[in-house]
């Protein structure tokens, strides 16, 4: 293996997963860390957070997809620097060589300057958040059972989701969902049918990387589940149990809620800020990196970039941070790889094919943007649920969602409505 050209991938999201599997059957020894030993499933993350699906369902052990892959080793750890001259990644339990690199290290949530609002608002960001999400949900049914002060009690089964974007809109309605469908017999007190779940959105409409048409019919099926949406709207403050907004019109207003969730922001890990430091590499406000065509860093034809932390313009517009886009930097960065030190070619341009966005917004509902054609309702949601299990890691993963799924359509129940304490919560 020594005498073959070495890669290192950093990050097993869905960039350096798409990477790694391109590398499979060549002659190429393949490192892949990750400071989790699996790769998240992270559009359907919020089907944990919501009782829909068990963590299990969507993580699978990155050991276990490369298992059969003998140039692809694994490894679980947390980078901290690279020398781009030596040609050394650096990590928490040691060092790698490289000929070559691959950072798909991901985004976090971005809270703009309030960090200390991600204790009360966690983000859909791993597993451990989302199922502290769920604990808080369910718990504050739970208190509401307890709470004879009716005012208590409607504060109780009021939940704030921030951020109006396609995870913001999906945690949102399915929250209303679960309220109306699932819980409505598991209480004596409380009247789950009695909950408000508010999202709060800043710009002027929901969904705003969507056609304006598909944003309205978004907002016209959250509204008949019974979410509130209100856009224009700025958070000023977030605490345990309250959020204070102030409208388009400066007026403020404190909301009393059980839980408060965050989806309106993301920014780059900071390894980004480490390859400057090293290579020099121009960062954009987001803190994405400006790469090469080919995805490299100028100067630095053996490190490339993928994903959520890359700066690329297409028809005049950066890429957005979605799983299609990572999935497609990360097989051309492998391909580029493979060019360079294999075949001693020159690697190729990047080109990103767009097959167009979705969001799924509750039962039997989604909107679709294709490009060539725009869908809502059942159709976008039939379509919605078919390219999400095709995109799910492994046949065990796939059958156990689908059926889930089913079992959750025809009966309306969510049998994973446990609660957990956060500090184990990655047991559940």
Same mark, same amino acid.
């Given at each position: 293996?020594?005498?073959?050209?070495?890669?290192?991938?950093?990050?097993?999201?869905?960039?350096?997963?798409? +990477?790694?599997?391109?590398?499979?059957?060549?002659?190429?020894?393949? /490192?892949?860390?990750?400071?989790?030993?699996?790769?998240?499933?992270?559009?359907?993350?919020?089907?944990?957070?919501?009782?829909?699906?068990?963590?299990?369902?969507?993580?699978?052990?990155?050991?276990?997809?490369?298992?059969?892959?003998?140039?692809?080793?694994?490894?679980?750890?947390?980078?901290?620097?690279?020398?781009?001259?030596?040609?050394?990644?650096?990590?928490?339990?040691?060092?790698?060589?490289?000929?070559?690199?691959?950072? +798909?290290?991901?985004?976090?949530?971005?809270?703009?300057?309030? %960090?200390?609002?991600?204790?009360?608002?966690?983000?859909?960001?791993?597993?451990?958040?989302?199922?502290?999400?769920?604990? *808080?949900?369910?718990?504050?049914?739970? *208190?509401?059972? #307890?709470?004879?002060?009716?005012?208590?009690?409607?504060?109780?089964?009021?939940?704030?989701?921030?951020?109006?974007?396609?995870?913001?809109?999906?945690?949102?309605?399915?929250?209303?969902?679960?309220?109306?469908?699932?819980?409505?017999?598991?209480?004596?007190?409380?009247?789950?049918? #009695?909950?408000? &779940?508010?999202?709060?959105?800043?710009?002027?409409?929901?969904?705003?990387?969507?056609?304006?048409?598909?944003?309205?019919?978004?907002?016209?099926?959250?509204?008949?589940?019974?979410?509130?949406?209100?856009?224009?709207?700025?958070?000023?403050?977030? +605490?345990?149990?309250? &959020?204070?907004?102030?409208?388009?019109? #400066?007026?403020?207003?404190?909301?009393?809620?059980?839980? =408060?969730?965050?989806?309106?922001?993301?920014? /780059?890990?900071?390894? =980004?800020?480490?390859?400057?430091?090293?290579?020099?590499?121009?960062?954009?406000?987001?803190?994405?990196?400006?790469?090469?065509?080919?995805?490299?860093?100028?100067?630095?034809?053996?490190?490339?970039?993928?994903?959520?932390?890359?700066? @690329?313009?297409?028809?005049?517009?950066?890429?957005?941070?979605?799983?299609?886009?990572?999935?497609? *930097?990360?097989?051309?960065?492998?391909?580029?790889?493979?060019?360079?030190?294999?075949?001693?070619?020159?690697?190729?341009?990047?080109?990103?094919? %767009?097959?167009?966005?979705?969001?799924?917004?509750?039962?039997?509902?989604?909107?679709? %943007?294709?490009?060539?054609?725009?869908?809502?309702?059942?159709?976008?949601?039939?379509?919605?649920?078919?390219?999400?299990?095709?995109?799910?890691?492994?046949?065990?993963?796939?059958?156990?969602?689908?059926?889930?799924?089913?079992?959750?359509?025809? =009966? @309306?129940?969510?049998?994973?409505?446990?609660?957990?304490?956060?500090?184990?919560? +990655?047991?559940?």
């Amino acid at each position: 293996m020594t005498d073959q050209p070495r890669v290192v991938i950093v990050g097993g999201g869905f960039g350096g997963l798409y +990477a790694a599997k391109a590398f499979r059957k060549q002659a190429v020894h393949v /490192t892949l860390i990750d400071k989790q030993n699996y790769h998240l499933f992270l559009p359907l993350l919020y089907q944990v957070a919501i009782a829909g699906l068990s963590p299990a369902d969507i993580a699978t052990p990155l050991r276990e997809i490369f298992n059969r892959d003998k140039n692809i080793r694994t490894i679980m750890g947390t980078v901290t620097d690279v020398d781009p001259e030596r040609k050394l990644v650096y990590y928490n339990r040691g060092e790698l060589p490289y000929d070559a690199l691959i950072v +798909a290290t991901g985004a976090v949530y971005h809270y703009f300057g309030n %960090d200390t609002w991600a204790y009360h608002a966690p983000g859909m960001d791993g597993l451990e958040s989302a199922l502290e999400i769920r604990r *808080q949900i369910l718990d504050a049914y739970e *208190q509401a059972e #307890q709470e004879s002060d009716p005012v208590r009690q409607a504060a109780l089964m009021t939940f704030v989701v921030v951020g109006a974007g396609p995870t913001g809109v999906e945690l949102a309605g399915a929250i209303a969902e679960m309220a109306r469908h699932t819980l409505t017999e598991d209480f004596r007190i409380a009247n789950p049918n #009695q909950t408000r &779940v508010i999202l709060v959105e800043m710009l002027d409409r929901v969904l705003p990387p969507f056609p304006v048409e598909l944003s309205h019919k978004a907002q016209q099926s959250l509204a008949e589940l019974g979410v509130t949406v209100r856009t224009n709207t700025k958070v000023l403050h977030i +605490a345990e149990d309250h &959020v204070v907004v102030e409208s388009k019109d #400066q007026e403020k207003e404190t909301i009393h809620c059980a839980a =408060t969730m965050w989806a309106a922001g993301v920014k /780059t890990s900071g390894l =980004t800020k480490v390859l400057q430091e090293r290579t020099g590499v121009q960062l954009d406000r987001a803190g994405r990196v400006h790469v090469a065509p080919d995805l490299s860093i100028p100067n630095y034809p053996d490190i490339f970039v993928v994903g959520d932390i890359v700066h @690329f313009e297409k028809d005049g517009k950066v890429l957005p941070g979605l799983a299609p886009v990572a999935m497609q *930097q990360g097989e051309h960065a492998a391909a580029a790889c493979l060019c360079r030190f294999i075949h001693g070619q020159p690697s190729l341009a990047f080109h990103y094919q %767009d097959r167009g966005m979705m969001a799924t917004i509750g039962r039997a509902s989604a909107v679709a %943007d294709l490009r060539l054609v725009k869908l809502s309702g059942l159709p976008a949601w039939l379509i919605w649920l078919f390219i999400h299990l095709m995109y799910l890691v492994g046949f065990r993963n796939r059958l156990i969602v689908f059926l889930q799924w089913t079992w959750n359509y025809f =009966t @309306f129940r969510r049998g994973v409505r446990l609660i957990v304490d956060r500090r184990v919560g +990655a047991r559940d």
